[in-house]
């Protein structure tokens, strides 16, 4: 079977704008979390948000790609570009018939979207519609201007599984190469999500905290006193690789992946199973085709958005994939990043890439008490983070809708 490699890595998020200060941040424990900026949030129940520092679009893109493109994509370009020059690629010298864009985003140009009918509806009734309107919105147009901006001609869709969408997009692209129908792939997730409505609508459903006195410490996953998550924003890309295609151009690799599960809780609309029945598919099928047992698994990046009921169904799946395992690492690095919606994946997939790479699992922060329950099932490192020598590490998320995505990626062993 072909194996497929990481050869290549991008981030844009709101604790850091390229790999190296989102790896620094989220080893240091740095949260991401702060009051909302982007708009007049006073009357909204939750007035803060995990937005991206100092990131203005105007530096980076063109006039012509500010009108083009929603913020979704532009944060989508930004992250590629990084994970293009991190993998030293040259596409004059590869064949672009071979590699494709497999590229994901929960909302795709809400923002977009939000504006042009607030804008509408608060004229005189004639329509002022930009032209670029429909493909600015379009959740899939990001992965399309990817692979027009550098020639790409394979396989190019968007997945769409909510908050599990990124993670879906990694595992079309390792079963695409894996398939024979690629020799690389482009991966991950964009969103730019912080906005009315958003923000309003997510509140209505009370899914987001409104610890609004102390928002650096409102995303507190597994904390018995957690309220829900904080809304972030961002983007994460993942260059795929087939091995001997990586090797004959000598890429430097991070990491391997070498399995995937896509299952369904078949339960709820929003909610998440309560005993975990979708994840703990998952999470078996995942192992079933990296053809390793629980005990191999070393670390789980996981979803835990710090919900209330999200977070306890976790790890109940958990406990009944792995049993009560002491030398099991788990953390969750929403913690710091906040909640990245269809970008989610990707963010987390880097994480667990490097915490492979590098021997070091990032910590959760904010979490003072976990559910009694579990507290003595795994190691949890709080607050700050663990050195530890990784072979497996899975990274799992979860989407309205009852979508599961979880991947497998293993240390690189030539």
Request: glycine share 12%; aromatic share 10%; with cysteine.
């Amino acid at each position: 079977m072909r194996r497929v490699v990481v050869t290549g890595l991008g981030a844009l998020t709101p604790i850091g704008n390229n790999i190296s200060d989102f790896w620094k941040n989220l080893k240091d424990g740095v949260s991401g979390a702060g009051p909302i900026t982007k708009f007049d949030a006073n009357k909204f129940r939750t007035q803060f948000a995990c937005e991206l520092k100092d990131f203005d679009p105007k530096e980076h893109f063109h006039v012509k790609e500010l009108r083009q493109y929603d913020p979704f994509t532009l944060y989508a370009l930004h992250a590629v570009t990084e994970a293009i020059d991190s993998g030293n690629i040259d596409f004059d010298n590869l064949n672009r018939n071979r590699i494709g864009v497999i590229w994901g985003s929960g909302n795709g140009g809400i923002q977009t979207f939000q504006n042009q009918i607030l804008e509408y509806g608060e004229g005189d009734g004639t329509p002022r519609f930009t032209p670029y309107f429909i493909p600015r919105i379009l959740v899939d147009i990001a992965a399309g201007v990817i692979s027009i901006k550098y020639g790409l001609r394979g396989v190019n869709f968007c997945p769409v599984s909510a908050c599990a969408t990124s993670n879906t997009a990694i595992i079309e692209s390792f079963n695409h190469i894996k398939w024979d129908k690629a020799d690389m792939i482009i991966t991950g997730g964009s969103e730019a999500a912080i906005n009315e409505a958003t923000i309003g609508g997510f509140g209505s459903a009370r899914a987001l905290s409104t610890q609004n006195d102390s928002p650096e410490t409102a995303s507190r996953p597994f904390d018995i006193n957690r309220d829900g998550f904080v809304m972030g924003e961002g983007a994460g890309a993942i260059v795929l690789e087939e091995y001997e295609h990586a090797k004959k151009r000598g890429a430097d690799i991070y990491a391997e992946v070498v399995g995937g599960g896509m299952t369904a809780d078949a339960y709820h609309l929003t909610g998440t199973h309560p005993e975990g029945e979708g994840a703990v598919l998952g999470m078996q099928e995942a192992m079933r085709e990296a053809k390793i047992q629980p005990e191999d698994i070393d670390y789980i990046n996981m979803h835990a958005t710090s919900t209330p009921v999200g977070d306890i169904s976790e790890l109940k799946a958990v406990e009944r994939v792995f049993g009560k395992r002491s030398d099991l690492c788990i953390s969750a690095t929403k913690s710091m990043t906040g909640h990245l919606l269809g970008a989610a994946g990707a963010v987390e997939g880097i994480a667990s890439i490097l915490a492979l790479k590098e021997g070091f699992i990032p910590p959760t922060i904010n979490t003072t008490a976990i559910e009694p329950d579990f507290v003595d099932n795994y190691n949890f490192p709080l607050g700050k983070g663990l050195k530890k020598d990784l072979s497996y590490a899975m990274s799992n998320t979860f989407g309205f809708g009852g979508h599961i995505a979880s991947v497998i990626f293993k240390k690189f062993v030539e």
